[in-house]
């Protein structure tokens, strides 16, 4: 792993084992280096971005991490939509579309929508505090924050909350010609949080963040 800036690095075979990096991407080894902030390292071999560590990054991540729980409890909460036809209107939140299912056969789709839509994120917002605000402090890294934030990782593609927002507005533009539709304050803070969530997930670089936490642990 080398930064934009840095020479090709010579084959894994003329160097030590100790060390070695593999690619995401094309699952090339290669010696790991120390980048700067504000520098990036690149794959040699397929230019995958590597690592790039960025000033106060951590604090940043944290205050998107709150942020984007305080927008999950108003979309949980606050109405999500109304639909109205004929006169007559129906007001329903994030919470009732997740329990629509609840009855009969569809019962394991509630709990599976709980999960993705909201239980998941919500795990990994917190999960995030916790591995990164000790270490934002300046204090050592918290009881097993290496499992929580392998944790993090593992729960990454799981979390759908993007996956749900580009439904709805499917859902609405196919319901627009039939009914009256008003969004509510809770759909615009779930678009919020899936904003959020998004500069967050490409604003944290992971390598730095297992970087940091093996040298914290040594020091």
Same mark, same amino acid.
């Given at each position: ?8 690095? =010579? ?28 520098? =990036?390292? *690149? ?41 109205? !036809? ?44 916790? !591995? ?14 290496? *499992?929580?934030?392998?944790? !993090? ?9 993007? !996956? ?9 533009? @196919? ?21 959020? =969530?998004?500069? @967050? ?9 297992? @970087? ?8």
């Amino acid at each position: 792993m080398i930064p934009d800036s840095a020479a090709t690095p =010579t084959p894994v075979a003329e160097r030590e084992t100790d060390g070695l990096f593999a690619c995401p991407a094309c699952d090339a080894l290669m010696q790991a280096h120390e980048v700067a902030a504000g520098e =990036t390292a *690149r794959c040699p071999r397929c230019g995958e971005r590597l690592e790039a560590p960025r000033r106060d990054a951590m604090t940043r991540i944290i205050m998107l991490a709150l942020a984007a729980l305080i927008l999950m409890v108003a979309a949980i909460f606050f109405p999500f939509l109304e639909v109205g !036809v004929a006169g007559r209107s129906n007001r329903a939140s994030l919470l009732d579309t997740v329990t629509a299912f609840s009855s009969g056969l569809t019962a394991p789709l509630t709990f599976a929508m709980a999960a993705l839509i909201v239980i998941l994120p919500v795990i990994r917002f917190v999960s995030l505090i916790y !591995v990164l605000g000790p270490m934002a402090a300046g204090r050592p890294p918290a009881r097993h924050a290496w *499992r929580v934030f392998r944790l !993090v990782e593992a729960l990454r593609p799981w979390a759908m909350a993007e !996956v749900f927002i580009v439904g709805v507005a499917v859902a609405l533009v @196919k319901v627009a010609g039939l009914a009256q539709v008003s969004l509510g304050p809770a759909f615009w803070a779930f678009v919020a949080l899936v904003i959020v =969530t998004v500069l @967050k997930d490409n604003f944290m670089c992971r390598v730095t963040v297992w @970087k940091t936490l093996d040298a914290r642990r040594q020091s």
